[in-house]
């Protein structure tokens, strides 16, 4: 049984940067893309980037100024940074197995930004 | 960006009658190379993350009950669920993944009358 933990700050001031990890328990990590995907209090759902073990690398256009997403193949793990963060980044961040059709999503974690 | 537009916001049904979700796209997301429409439907409930129900506009998900069917081609995409159910009470997506950056729906709220 495929598994995706995360973990994280879920409060950060203003002009910080976030930071989340995701780690994959029980399944293939070479075999996929990865993706970060964020979801504002009682909104809808924004595609942030997506990763693959080889460290191939898309961004959102909206958001790729401040995010870097990274990976550490030895422990089956991504990395979500999101840089200078504003009240606007305040959601549920999801890592997820996939880009273009995501079965498997990890159990979020509500990042607030809040001075 | 694709911009997906779903109709309505809420939806109110009776338990046992048929539900209807639309999701229109700005730009086409057929491919007719393959004839595929790079559209899938998620369903989200309180505090979980979403759960795919259908893609390539009407190919429905393993495990998703038959009462969920999906249609449509080109810009105009509609969701259907046949006889509500209570346990489909929930917030519905459309998403395309025919161009970077994946895009969604504004979702959709479905709840009993």
């Not at chain 1, 879920?10 to 940067?17: M, R, V």
């Not at chain 1, 990274?70 to 793990?77: H, P």
């Not at chain 1, 606007?88 to 273009?100: L, Q």
Request: hydrophobic share 30%; net charge positive.
């Amino acid at each position: 049984q495929v598994q995706l933990q995360q973990w994280g700050a879920g409060l950060l001031k203003p002009s910080e940067t976030l930071s989340l990890t995701c780690a994959v328990y029980g399944g293939s990590f070479s075999s996929y893309y990865w993706s970060w995907i964020r979801q504002p209090p009682g909104k809808g759902l924004e595609w942030i980037g997506e990763i693959n073990h080889s460290g191939s690398i898309t961004y959102n256009p909206s958001l790729k100024s401040r995010v870097t997403i990274s990976v550490d193949t030895s422990k089956n793990q991504f990395s979500l940074k999101l840089s200078s963060v504003t009240a606007a980044d305040t959601a549920v961040y999801y890592c997820a197995r996939g880009t273009t059709l995501v079965r498997l999503w990890g159990q979020g974690t509500l990042v607030t930004v809040s001075s | 960006d694709i911009v997906m537009t779903q109709s309505p916001d809420s939806l109110a049904v009776s338990l046992g009658e048929r539900a209807t979700i639309n999701c229109k796209s700005s730009q086409s997301v057929l491919n007719s190379s393959n004839n595929k429409n790079y559209l899938a439907w998620y369903q989200q409930k309180p505090g979980q993350p979403p759960k795919l129900l259908i893609y390539w506009a009407s190919t429905r998900e393993s495990g998703v009950p038959d009462r969920f069917s999906g249609s449509g081609s080109g810009t105009d995409f509609t969701l259907t669920i046949s006889s509500l159910q209570a346990e489909d009470v929930a917030v519905y997506y459309c998403q395309q993944y025919y161009r970077i950056p994946i895009t969604f729906g504004q979702g959709t709220r479905l709840e009993i009358k």
